[in-house]
């Protein structure tokens, strides 16, 4: 018996595919975290659930922002750019995160918010 057809063909030698800084901060600061919020944006009444939907969505969409940008810096070193590309992307890191951090604490306040609110409309119910 002979090899199979697969064994006799020569071995390709394409590079894997990279996936660019670029994409990687478009995907992960942008586009991820506005389809968590619009996904679990409350379209309804507003209750204590839907308030703590809100909240986490948020928290997870800057978490992987944080993520994303911490991606793209370690990329930025591995692949050995110039220095003023990786003193940029550090800033541009830095700059990501400590947004990401401060929508997080704005998250957490509208949180409060909102749960208030609905403790307040609650109240007003239960004197009727």
Do not use: C, H
Request: aromatic share 4%.
């Amino acid at each position: 018996m002979t090899a199979p057809a697969l064994m006799e063909q020569p071995l390709s030698s394409k590079k894997p595919r990279r996936v660019s800084r670029a994409t990687i901060l478009i995907w992960g600061v942008i586009l991820i975290p506005v389809a968590l919020s619009v996904a679990m944006n409350s379209y309804g009444p507003l209750t204590v659930d839907s308030a703590l939907r809100m909240a986490f969505a948020t928290v997870a969409g800057q978490t992987i922002a944080i993520l994303s940008a911490a991606t793209a810096l370690v990329l930025t070193i591995k692949l050995r750019y110039a220095p003023p590309a990786i003193v940029a992307m550090t800033l541009i890191a830095a700059f990501i995160t400590i947004t990401a951090i401060s929508n997080m604490g704005n998250a957490g306040e509208l949180l409060v918010t909102r749960l208030d609110m609905v403790a307040e409309v609650d109240k007003l119910n239960l004197r009727m």
